[in-house]
């Protein structure tokens, strides 16, 4: 993946705005610029009503009807505008809302490694900041530019037909003027891009310092993490000031070539008048349209400079959207009716490193786990426990070797009923924001009522329950921090038991826990395995020394398997570990 901000071998900003964002939505952008140029076209003809209005008092005749005509295309103009502009709003909106779910749903389904590259914060801001700018090139700016650069050449064409001279003058001064103003488009642009980049930056500032906010206070990091969201702020000011200055430039010139367009056909106009060559009522509907075309040009600067900002947000988008995704199913399937037979695990020459890391974790790691009952990997941080379960997941892939479910490549599996197959507790056992009662059927809503009950008293949450003044309908807090430790672990231990899985892949699931509550864990553990296949990875070892099978892993290869009497007899780095946590060897 280009790193953010890389533009190498995509198309254009412009074209990614037009074509993938603004195409699905161009019926109704269509309708609302159409809107906005029949209120243009009223607007047009009010110099020319606003003349006919002038002759007839000149003439002495009754204004009444001239006068009743100019008011019906002001009203005309004023509501059918409006409505052009509401409707284009609402289509904006809508651009937004359809690219901020296509990219959520993008971003949640990203394979894990390509997730682990990039930063949370930065993620965020494209979601929110940058989709932010699509709304306003879509709501305004596309159709002012168009209607605007229509509702020019409609002035120029009216200007044309009153007096030549004067309008040959007019497109000369602005020409000239816009020409050089144009120029700064690009820069507009690349200042744009830049800012939106640098704010995704501060994001991530602000999401690595949040994610670890009591880390922060306990290791008195204020100051740093404060200087570090400083600098980012700086910099996405300097960046925003810089596209600002841009668009001002822009502005400017438009400014400008409407005031000496102005004073131009007021000195050249004057003397046509005084020659005879042109009517006051013709000069004053001329100077009417250049008061109508010099706001339409202060609009298409404006609006110029808003499709660059948009142009420059989908660039970042498509970053994001460039990225292949998982092939998962729209919803995840439902648990058996009923529990299904446990599976069974073989490893076969397995290879594999972590993307951007020279070491091999697993090298030519082979193990079998039968179906049913309890097995263990023990071994040294690092020797690559945690990575298996990451590539039974399908996290990752393995460089070599084959993984089997059931006889079967993980590779064969449909990635949705690989996973509905498999329960996993995470070492850290992340609990989502919500409810108790969300975090625990949030992947089976359909559990039963004593399916519920059954898992609460088996990871003993049900005295826990008891103690919350909500019950299961108690907010947990953000990450769970209304929990301890122990609890968030068990929690997400009932999560995993209530999608009966076949396969259930337990990394560091008591670490946290008390000696009372891990006793009785080992013991749930154990009624589990009776009906299922249970993989535990441990580190604390009192808690799998009755497992039916210990595979002791090292350096990324099973150097020894058997029960615990059996290890202990005979291989040396288990009976290490064991005198070293002090356990009874017997």
Not at 128 to 153: K, P
Not at 399 to 424: K, Q
Not at 448 to 464: I, K, N
Not at 514 to 536: G, H, P, Q, S, W
Request: proline share 5%; with cysteine; charged share 20%.
């Amino acid at each position: 993946m280009p790193a953010p901000g890389a533009a190498t071998g995509t198309p254009s900003g412009l074209r990614l705005l037009l074509t993938r964002h603004l195409r699905p939505h161009r019926g109704r952008l269509a309708a609302g610029a159409a809107l906005a140029l029949l209120g243009g076209l009223a607007g047009l003809a009010e110099p020319m009503a606003a003349k006919a209005l002038m002759d007839r008092l000149a003439a002495g005749d009754p204004p009444t009807a001239s006068a009743l005509g100019l008011a019906a295309l002001v009203l005309t103009s004023v509501l059918v505008t409006a409505s052009g502009s509401y409707l284009l709003e609402r289509t904006a909106e809508g651009v937004v809302r359809t690219t901020r779910e296509r990219l959520a749903a993008r971003v949640l389904r990203l394979p894990v490694p390509d997730m682990d590259r990039q930063r949370p914060g930065d993620l965020v801001a494209r979601l929110t900041s940058d989709t932010t700018q699509l709304r306003s090139a879509a709501g305004q700016a596309l159709a002012v530019c168009a209607t605007s650069a229509l509702m020019i050449l409609g002035g120029l064409a009216a200007m044309l037909l009153l007096d030549p001279v004067l309008t040959a003058a007019t497109a000369a001064v602005i020409g000239t003027v816009c020409g050089l103003g144009a120029l700064t488009l690009p820069r507009i642009g690349r200042a744009a891009r830049r800012s939106q980049q640098v704010t995704g930056e501060l994001g991530a500032v602000l999401e690595r310092s949040l994610g670890a906010f009591r880390t922060v206070k306990a290791n008195g990091l204020e100051p740093q993490e404060t200087e570090a969201a400083r600098d980012a702020a700086r910099r996405a000011w300097r960046s925003g000031v810089r596209a600002a200055g841009w668009e001002a430039v822009v502005e400017v010139t438009s400014g400008l070539s409407v005031r000496l367009t102005f004073l131009t056909v007021l000195g050249l106009g004057g003397t046509r008048v005084a020659t005879g060559r042109m009517s006051m009522s013709e000069l004053v509907a001329f100077l009417f349209y250049i008061l109508f075309v010099g706001p339409l040009l202060t609009q298409l600067a404006g609006s110029a400079g808003l499709l660059q900002r948009g142009a420059a947000a989908a660039l970042r988008i498509e970053e994001i959207e460039a990225l292949g995704t998982e092939p998962l199913a729209d919803r995840p399937p439902e648990p058996p009716a009923r529990v299904a037979a446990p599976a069974a695990v073989e490893l076969r020459g397995v290879r594999f490193g972590y993307p951007g890391r020279a070491a091999t974790v697993l090298d030519g790691l082979s193990l079998d786990v039968p179906a049913g009952g309890l097995t263990a990997l023990v071994g040294p941080s690092g020797a690559g426990k945690s990575t298996v379960f990451a590539l039974l997941e399908r996290f990752h892939e393995p460089h070599s070797g084959r993984i089997l479910l059931d006889g079967r490549d993980v590779r064969e599996w449909a990635l949705t009923d690989l996973r509905a197959t498999i329960g996993y507790v995470e070492q850290d056992a992340p609990v989502l924001s919500g409810t108790l009662r969300d975090n625990l059927l949030r992947s089976a809503p359909r559990a039963t009522a004593g399916e519920l009950r059954a898992v609460l008293a088996m990871t003993r949450l049900d005295v826990l329950v008891e103690r919350l003044p909500d019950g299961l309908d108690t907010e947990l807090g953000h990450r769970g921090t209304a929990l301890s430790g122990g609890q968030r672990q068990r929690v997400a231990i009932a999560r995993a038991l209530l999608r009966r899985p076949r396969l259930l892949l337990l990394d560091e699931a008591t670490s946290q826990l008390d000696a009372e509550n891990e006793l009785a864990l080992r013991d749930a553990v154990a009624d589990i395995a009776r009906e299922t296949t249970v993989v535990v990875i441990a580190h604390r070892l009192s808690t799998v020394t009755g497992a039916r099978r210990i595979v002791v892993v090292e350096a990324g290869r099973a150097r020894a398997a058997g029960t615990h009497r059996e290890l202990l007899a005979t291989d040396e780095l288990y009976a290490r570990l064991v005198r070293t946590q002090l356990l009874d060897p017997s």
